[in-house]
């Protein structure tokens, strides 16, 4: 990511530096926090939005627009409705999206764990029987995708994430040299947790990319789609059509999901691809379960009957969660910016804001954070392995808060920011 260039406060204003940071340590103090930032979980205002999905699709109404039996077994690829909406959104053909249970990140475990089992359709074996595989990880990055590849003994590769999305100089010389390199982690709109969205040329350079390994896989984790923090509804280029064009239809695995649009824990997940690749899934995922939650799928269809509904319900997210981030930007600029002992994101859309401290400090920060109330995702999280080589960024989640709330924590970590930096100077003198 791009941050900007901090200050080296002078000695005179590492004084005043310090003075300050125990000003604001003490006030923080007095409020006696105990509030959690490690995750980026919807509100209950936000769950609310959807609490109609509780009565939804109600008593005798359990048929498809097909006239499906929703209470029955059957039916992998997902409700034919439900299929068109998320094709839409995602711009997929629907004979090739699946409609599935409620997590998409379950859906990439499943293509990750078929993988290195059986291989994938253009696989000449399975990955577990490859000498070694690699996973290529922009980074900052979404630490679940990196827990993930760690299980399963898999190399990770990090590159570097800018603004307009990962370095495709490196990506480009790492796959057309590297056998090995099998696949890579995108969160390519609103990326957790940088808020990075992918500009058309890195899509295009992913789609067209020589890669050595014949099976290269992009898992594309399109997370935020509609979760908009400003009216600009921004769209990306699309990868599925784009590889499809380039002659590589296998390369894009496309998820989404409906987890922070109607229920975290009971929503529905997306997957979209090419022919072959949803055949190979569906054959695969055909031996584990005999169908997914109809019924689930046919509620969300009555309340999300189309993209307009969905836009109009994300508009809502919106009012809620958006004065969260302006909240939080208010404070750190108050606290951080003069002199600059920090920088940090300002997205556009989806549920994080990173902060990036000197080098040295994000542990501490982290550390300082939690003594005053306030608990915040391990400096690391973001990178392979929890490792920041200059352990320098935190990810910050205010949504799952109040907005009172949410400038607290804010000034939680503002004070902890300002201590680590006080110390590390006090170190170097």
């Known amino acids: 990511m791009n941050e900007q260039a901090l200050d080296k406060p002078s000695s005179q204003e590492l004084a005043a530096l310090q003075q300050r940071a125990r000003a604001l340590q003490a006030s923080v103090k007095r409020r006696k926090l105990a509030l959690n930032m490690a995750r980026g979980k919807p509100a209950a205002a936000q769950l609310d939005l959807a609490e109609a999905l509780l009565e939804l699709p109600g008593r005798g109404h359990h048929l498809a627009a097909d006239g499906t039996d929703c209470r029955n077994y059957g039916g992998n690829q997902g409700l034919p409705e439900l299929r068109a909406l998320f094709a839409e959104l995602i711009g997929a053909a629907v004979d090739n999206t699946v409609a599935a249970g409620n997590s998409s990140l379950a859906l990439m475990y499943d293509h990750l764990v078929f993988s290195l089992l059986k291989g994938s359709p253009d696989s000449l074996k399975p990955w577990s029987q490859e000498a070694q595989v690699k996973f290529l990880c922009p980074v900052p990055g979404y630490d679940y995708h990196f827990n993930m590849t760690e299980e399963y003994g898999i190399e990770m590769i990090p590159v570097a994430l800018g603004d307009d999305g990962p370095d495709m100089d490196q990506i480009e010389a790492l796959v057309a040299e590297d056998p090995a390199i099998k696949g890579m982690w995108c969160v390519p709109k609103y990326s957790n947790p940088t808020g990075a969205v992918y500009s058309d040329e890195v899509v295009e350079r992913l789609a067209w990319m020589k890669t050595a390994a014949p099976d290269f896989r992009i898992f594309w984790d399109n997370a935020y789609f509609a979760h908009h923090l400003t009216p600009e509804r921004i769209e990306i280029a699309n990868l599925l059509a784009a590889c499809a064009r380039h002659g590589h239809p296998n390369r894009a695995l496309v998820f989404a999901s409906t987890s922070k649009i109607t229920f975290a824990g009971a929503g529905v997940a997306a997957f979209a691809s090419s022919a072959a690749n949803v055949q190979w899934f569906l054959q695969a995922a055909g031996k584990r379960s005999i169908g997914p939650d109809k019924i689930n799928q046919l509620r969300h269809h009555a309340l999300l009957p189309n993209a307009a509904a969905l836009h109009a319900l994300m508009d809502e997210h919106r009012h809620i969660i958006a004065p969260k981030f302006v ?65 320098h960024h935190i990810r910050i989640a205010p949504t799952a808060l109040t907005l009172a709330e949410a400038e607290q924590a804010a000034e939680g970590i503002a004070a902890a920011v300002l201590l680590a930096v006080a110390e590390q100077g006090e170190a170097g003198n």
Do not use: M, N
């Not at 404070?331 to 951080?336: C, D, I």
């Not at 994080?352 to 995702?377: D, K, Q, Y």
């Open 327 to 391: 909240a939080v930007d208010r404070v750190l600029h108050k606290h951080l910016a003069a002199p600059r002992v920090a920088t940090w994101t300002t997205p556009r859309g989806g549920y994080f804001i990173s902060l990036f401290t000197p080098e040295g400090c994000a542990r501490r920060v982290v550390e300082l954070a939690s003594e005053l109330g306030v608990t915040l995702t391990p400096a690391g999280a973001a990178f392979p392995y929890g490792h920041d080589p200059q352990d």
